[in-house]
T-cell receptor, first 119, second 113 residues
Framework: DTGVSQDPRHKITKRGQNVTFRCDPISEHNRLYWYRQTLGQGPEFLTY????????KSRLLSDRFSAERPKGSFSTLEIQRTEQGDSAMYLC?????????????????FGEGSRLTVL | EDKVVQSPLSLVVHEGDTVTLNCSYE??????LLWYKQEKKAPTFLFMLTSSGIEKKSGRLSSILDKKELFSILNITATQTGDSAIYLC?????????????FGRGTSLIVHP
């Protein structure tokens, strides 16, 4: 399967622990996004990478959150000192660049998500 | 702040009904609008709309964009129980060299047999 894969699919942790999620995008996609989704809400943007550069970060991304994409391939999202409010589904998505420079974006392909429960 | 509003938030219909889902937006630097279907897993892509008035169609689903009035609709005709899902609308805005999709809350559609 050559889709977006995320690991782990489920994580239960105690408040105060650190967690790390991994995302492997579709191999030819240079754009990678992290979103957070809670029940009854749409995905909320967290951060965006173009190749290895982190170009955008949401205000939602507090200093407890850090994301990396070394070598422009897989990405990790780490949450330090987890809080119960961090419980959510963390979705990763990837896309190709636009067909033409300045042209419309291409669609995002999502992974199955990593569900975090903080006790 | 960019805003994407979907309505209704939930909808319950019977098989065979036709439904219209709405997505309105207020954003700067609009690039495109995306529709996704989300069952109990990752969102799956339905349509991308960039130009006003051009209908996109796939089977019983169709969608159109109005860039003057800043909205899009997703129509589903002859609904089936398999159409039960959350339908998400996302507006892609350009920010520097980045394209960032902003999602609405979604419309939860339940189709009863």
């Amino acid at each position: 399967d050559t889709g977006v894969s995320q690991d782990p699919r489920h994580k239960i942790t105690k408040r105060g622990q650190n967690v790390t999620f991994r995302c492997d995008p579709i191999s030819e996609h240079n754009r990678l996004y992290w979103y957070r989704q809670t029940l009854g809400q749409g995905p909320e943007f967290l951060t965006y990478f173009q190749n290895e550069a982190q170009l955008e970060k949401s205000r939602l991304l507090s200093d407890r959150f850090s994301a990396e994409r070394p070598k422009g391939s897989f990405s990790t999202l780490e949450i330090q000192r987890t809080e119960q409010g961090d419980s959510a589904m963390y979705l990763c998505a990837s896309s190709s660049p636009p067909w033409t420079s300045g042209g419309p974006s291409r669609e995002l392909f999502f992974g199955e998500g990593s569900r975090l429960t903080v006790l | 702040e960019d805003k994407v509003v979907q309505s209704p938030l939930s909808l319950v219909v019977h098989e065979g009904d036709t439904v219209t889902l709405n997505c309105s937006y207020e954003v700067t630097n609009f690039r495109s609008l995306l529709w996704y279907k989300q069952e109990k897993k990752a969102p799956t892509f339905l349509f991308m709309l960039t130009s006003s008035g051009i209908e996109k169609k796939s089977g019983r689903l169709s969608s159109i964009l109005d860039k003057k009035e800043l909205f899009s609709i997703l129509n589903i005709t002859a609904t089936q129980t398999g159409d039960s899902a959350i339908y998400l609308c996302a507006v892609v805005v350009a920010s520097g060299g980045s394209y960032i999709p902003t999602f609405g809350r979604g419309t939860s559609l339940i189709v009863h047999p």
